[in-house]
């Protein structure tokens, strides 16, 4: 069964928040705790972790003030906890939609910019304009090597080389 884990996603949620505060132990033992809780709940409990999704500012306009490096972080942390993690398209490249001051849901589901031509539309109602949806396209990314996008390819390679990682128990240790 798997439990999507609403409380640890958004801007306001338990990741943003304790790395906005540098609280890195303290993430690591609520997640722990959380996950304690639903496997006494049922042992066969799979958390699905995430930052963000179409309901939601996303991730990169949260941590928008602090850089690409909180951002990554941000990705590391979530896709590095064990669980099922998804990724809202777009969140690989750093793609950045609010509510926006029509109220509409519209700029947070923008189309996937490619780099390739782009002519897929926007969802009708959206006002975000495309210059500050990303910094760069996926295209652009595939050439950086430090970039968003190759940064989630990593931990994606990570992940399915070590199961562990998704299925396996961990404890947290005192530095």
Do not use: C
Not at 73 to 80: C, D, G, K, N, T
Not at 83 to 94: A, D, L, P, R, V
Not at 159 to 174: C, D, F, K, L, Q
Request: proline share 3%.
């Amino acid at each position: 069964d798997s439990q999507f884990a609403f409380k640890y996603a958004t801007t306001s949620g338990t990741i943003v928040e304790f790395m906005n505060t540098q609280k890195g132990k303290a993430l690591v033992s609520k997640v722990s705790g959380y996950d304690e809780k639903m496997r006494k709940a049922n042992p066969d409990e799979i958390n699905a972790m995430f930052l963000s999704n179409h309901d939601q500012v996303r991730i990169a306009n949260a941590l928008e003030s602090k850089g690409l490096d909180y951002e990554k972080f941000a990705a590391s942390v979530y896709m590095l906890f064990p669980g099922n993690s998804f990724t809202y398209y777009g969140e690989e490249i750093g793609a950045r939609g609010s509510r926006g001051s029509n109220n509409t849901d519209a700029n947070r589901r923008l189309a996937m910019l490619w780099g390739d031509g782009d002519t897929i539309a926007d969802p009708e109602g959206s006002t975000y304009p495309a210059t500050a949806q990303v910094k760069a396209t996926v295209q652009d990314q595939l050439a950086q090597e430090t970039s968003m996008l190759n940064h989630y390819s990593k931990l994606i390679g990570i992940r399915n080389r070590y199961p562990a990682i998704a299925r396996g128990e961990y404890t947290a240790v005192s530095q």
